[in-house]
């Protein structure tokens, strides 16, 4: 299984300000860097869709949080992988992220969106720990949304998106805890965010934690090339089994795999 973690918003600085253990703790079981780089305009949906289908948004042409088709469909990772025969699932709280595959692509698929306060993830997550338990699908999406929203509330790096992303490191720790030790796992952030907004060039909007462990992957390493957000769907799908597609523009992060 191949789990893909997502925490909106979450900026690499504020692993070790919030004393994020779980997170800490997975970085050393895998690879990771801290200066992995978004897209521009570094908001959600346009980051998603990037993710997902490995071209920048001047490419897919979705660069605001509302919904549009894709200028020019580019197969994503979701439709790929049903290509492969491979069932994915979806778990997440914001609705928007449907568009990130086509109909009859995802096996499974959940999401309710709560009200925004600090337990906005919890009942999401609930119900990510029993998807991954059922161990029924080989990819697993996994989007946790309130560190974003807390740094839209409060500020990035203030005081308020910190507990909040100390909650959600502990959340994923559950998560984690109850994933198979043969599974491979991502987890990394979509933008990070200033004062109480992102979407600009700005470094601290741009820059984005990316991390990897699982059975293929070397402990405690530090990935040394430059790293986008359009490489995590190439790395997916060589965790997958299957190879890069002709019109993804990123590339597969190999110096992390054991074989490399
Ligand atoms: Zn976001």
């Not at 990130?100 to 720990?129: F, G, I, K």
């Not at 700005?202 to 986008?228: F, L």
Request: charge should be negative.
């Amino acid at each position: 299984m191949v789990v893909f973690v997502m925490i909106d918003g979450m900026r690499p600085d504020s692993i070790d300000a919030a004393n994020c253990v779980n997170l800490q703790a997975f970085m050393r079981r895998g690879s990771s860097t801290m200066q992995a780089q978004s897209v521009m305009p570094s908001v959600t949906l346009p980051c998603h869709t990037s993710i997902f289908h490995s071209v920048p948004p001047g490419r897919h042409g979705i660069t605001t949080n509302y919904y549009v088709p894709m200028a020019r469909p580019v197969p994503g990772l979701v439709e790929v992988a049903r290509m492969h025969g491979k069932k994915s699932a979806f778990v997440h709280n914001w609705e928007p992220l449907r568009d990130m595959t086509r109909p009859e692509q995802l096996s499974y698929s959940w999401c309710h969106e709560p009200p925004l306060d600090q337990s906005y993830d919890d009942e999401m997550h609930r119900e990510a720990v029993r998807v991954v338990q059922t161990q029924r699908y080989d990819f697993v999406f996994v989007y946790y949304g309130s560190v974003d929203t807390a740094g839209h509330v409060y500020g990035w790096m203030e005081q308020g998106y910190l507990d909040q992303l100390t909650h959600v490191d502990t959340l994923v720790g559950e998560l984690l805890a109850a994933i198979p030790a043969d599974s491979h796992v991502v987890i990394q952030a979509d933008h990070g965010g200033h004062e109480r907004t992102h979407g600009t060039d700005m470094a601290e909007d741009m820059t984005i934690p990316w991390m990897a462990a699982g059975p293929q992957i070397k402990t405690n390493y530090t990935i040394g090339r430059s790293v986008s957000l359009l490489d995590t769907a190439p790395t997916l799908a060589r965790m997958l089994g299957f190879g890069n597609h002709e019109d993804w523009n990123g590339t597969s992060i190999d110096e992390m795999f054991i074989d490399a």
